[in-house]
């Protein structure tokens, strides 16, 4: 298969896997999560999760587990949360993880959710240091969207950080978003709301590009050529995409086709 081939496929089957969620998006969920830094981790352990945030697809109703909530459940004042973290993290991590046996058979849309640093890993690993089971979800349920936007649109759709860059393209101005530096200096300094209000918004933002770019209108750096190549198939999946230039051929066929016909015919 040629390197035109494989972009084409690479894009038709990211193109399809994402209209399935809207397919079936009564048992779609977007996730997203808090946690301490873990570039400034000097012992070696894995990062403290602080919130996590699930989305319903279909209804946009937003189930959260946090730090803050639990501690107000047990009286615990938020200045008094870091004496009692790692217990209060414990119960958090249980009640997300009752949500996801629950959930079990659903399909789990995240950013960049992938490793120990920073992804399911990492929330399953730290359950396990706490004392908690963990439910694992399975890889075939877990859809990053980060990379599905690579397939669909090419590597270059965007500059890096990738996502601020995309809502920035987009006009998409989200309340209480917080930046990677601004979310652990947020842990520092025990705000731990304030990080929560942040998930919240993050898994607006990733439902908002995850339904433009369904509706193919997601604006992106790629150019057409980005995306199907330079070649006779990579145009006619072009026009499949978009009527626009499936006119403009139809238009150019059709004059070709009367000035060759007048041509002939004379």
Not at 74 to 87: C, G, H, M, P, W
Not at 106 to 133: C, P
């Amino acid at each position: 298969m040629g390197q035109t081939s494989r972009r084409i496929n690479t894009h038709r089957k990211a193109k399809e896997i994402i209209n399935s969620f809207y397919d079936n998006n009564s048992h779609c969920l977007i996730i997203h999560y808090s946690c301490e830094s873990f570039y400034d981790i000097k012992d070696g352990k894995t990062p403290r999760i602080t919130s996590i945030a699930v989305r319903y697809l279909s209804t946009a109703q937003t189930k959260s587990f946090s730090i803050h909530k639990v501690a107000e459940l047990r009286k615990i004042a938020l200045d008094q949360v870091n004496e009692s973290y790692d217990q209060l993290e414990k119960e958090m991590l249980k009640d997300f993880y009752d949500f996801v046996k629950e959930h079990k058979d659903y399909k789990w849309i995240h950013w960049n959710m992938r490793d120990i640093n920073y992804g399911f890993e990492a929330l399953q690993y730290r359950a396990s240091v706490l004392g908690t089971k963990p439910f694992e979800i399975k890889d075939e349920n877990k859809f990053d969207l980060a990379r599905l936007l690579i397939d669909k649109y090419g590597k270059g759709y965007s500059s890096h950080p990738r996502l601020p860059s995309i809502l920035e393209m987009n006009k998409i101005s989200p309340k209480h978003w917080l930046n990677g530096a601004n979310e652990a200096k947020s842990f520092e300094n025990k705000e731990y709301v304030r990080l929560h209000q942040s998930t919240l918004a993050k898994v607006d933002v990733i439902e908002n590009i995850l339904k433009l770019t369904a509706e193919e209108s997601l604006k992106t750096k790629s150019k057409w050529r980005d995306i199907y190549g330079l070649s006779p198939q990579g145009i006619f999946e072009l026009t499949k995409d978009h009527w626009i230039y499936s006119m403009i051929l139809f238009l150019i066929s059709a004059l070709l086709g009367a000035y060759l016909g007048k041509l002939f015919g004379n």
